[in-house]
């Protein structure tokens, strides 16, 4: 029992922490132009139709409209719109808090389905809640025009040595 308790003790600390530190952390102008410009160069956005809407330390609101290409049988977004849509919000988050040089690569990806998307624009904020100097993790949350949750996730990353080109050029 006290074992419980102080597990719950320990995680409200940790998350009222996470809170503070974000809100001092102030995201470069030179740093948020950037993620900008990576945002509309990237060619999987691009062909989705992603778009960056907000940025920030540490985190990051997309939008997608969802188009009849992006939908399953029934007509709701497939369920690898929400995946993408995951995967890129915690990826951009997660490019706001590192060097421009160091490159990511997804190395895990969980996502909870909660309700169905009909046609109409989503909206993905992600953020991050753990980095280190090798993996980083955080989290998002897929909603749609009318504020329903759709699909929850979390994204883990590799972030690698800055020895490796980019192959999107950010101009």
């Known amino acids: 029992m006290v074992d419980a308790q102080n597990r719950k003790s320990n995680l409200m600390f940790q998350t009222a922490y996470r809170v503070i530190v974000r ?5 470069k102008s030179e740093q948020a132009a950037w993620i900008k410009r990576l945002a509309r160069a990237m060619p999987f956005y691009r062909h989705l139709g992603i778009t ?9 609101e997309i939008r997608l409209k969802v188009k009849k290409e992006l939908t399953q049988s029934a007509g709701f977004a497939h369920g690898g719109v929400s995946a993408a849509l995951i995967d890129s919000a915690v990826g951009l988050a ?14 895990e990806l969980n996502v909870s389905f909660i309700a169905p998307a009909g046609p109409g624009f989503l ?4 953020s991050i809640f753990h980095k280190g100097k ?32 980019r192959v999107v050029e950010l101009s």
């Open 23 to 27: 809100q001092m952390a102030k995201l």
């Open 94 to 107: 997660l490019c706001t808090i590192l060097d421009q040089r160091e490159l990511i690569t997804t190395v």
């Open 134 to 165: 090798r993996l980083a993790v955080g989290d998002a949350e897929v909603r749609d025009e009318k504020g329903t949750l759709v699909s929850k996730g979390s994204a883990t990353y590799m972030i690698l040595s800055n020895k490796r080109q």
């Open 123 to 126: 909206r993905t904020r992600g």
């Open 52 to 60: 960056l809407t907000k940025v920030g330390w540490g985190n990051v």
